[in-house]
């Protein structure tokens, strides 16, 4: 039996914040949700994540900032960033440093589920190569 997924949910937005945790949750996944980028590199200095699910447009450290700075973490967690239509540019520039992939919000559960096991099985390819 696999593992679930460890995942590191970030985002300025506590009710939506609080609805993902317990909906991934629900599904079995483990869950840690955090406010902003600081609390997120120190989640992922403190604990390896399978999956980072990161806004972009968060006051502070950005969505931008905080992947260039796990990237320097050296973690291998997969990183889906989360955008606005406002802010898609941004979520282009992610994937140009490297994040998986993005999704449009508001996100549906299930869309939000398919794209972590997608990340799950890159993730599991990369550590078969």
Same mark, same amino acid.
């Given at each position: ?7 590191? %949910?970030?985002?300025? #937005?506590?009710?939506?914040r609080d609805l993902i945790t317990k909906r991934l949750r629900k599904r079995g996944l483990v869950v840690q949700a955090v406010p902003d980028g600081k609390e997120a590199l120190a !989640? /992922?200095?403190? !604990?390896?994540?399978?999956?980072? $699910? ?10 931008? #900032?905080? /992947?260039?700075?796990?990237?320097? /973490? ?5 990183? $889906? ?6 802010? /898609? #540019? ?12 993005? %999704? ?6 299930? #869309?939000? %589920? ?10 599991? %390819?990369?550590?078969?190569?």
């Amino acid at each position: 039996m696999q593992t679930p997924p460890r995942v590191l %949910l970030v985002d300025d #937005e506590h009710d939506f914040r609080d609805l993902i945790t317990k909906r991934l949750r629900k599904r079995g996944l483990v869950v840690q949700a955090v406010p902003d980028g600081k609390e997120a590199l120190a !989640a /992922l200095s403190d !604990a390896p994540f399978d999956v980072v $699910i990161l806004d972009v447009r968060m006051p502070g450290m950005d969505g931008i #900032e905080t /992947l260039r700075a796990m990237q320097r /973490l050296d973690s291998d967690a997969q990183i $889906i960033m989360l955008t606005g239509h406002a802010s /898609l #540019e941004a979520a282009h520039q992610g994937m140009a440093l490297g994040a998986f992939d993005y %999704l449009l919000k508001p996100v549906g559960i299930n #869309e939000l %589920l398919f794209k972590i096991q997608d990340a799950m099985a890159r993730k599991r %390819l990369g550590a078969n190569t």
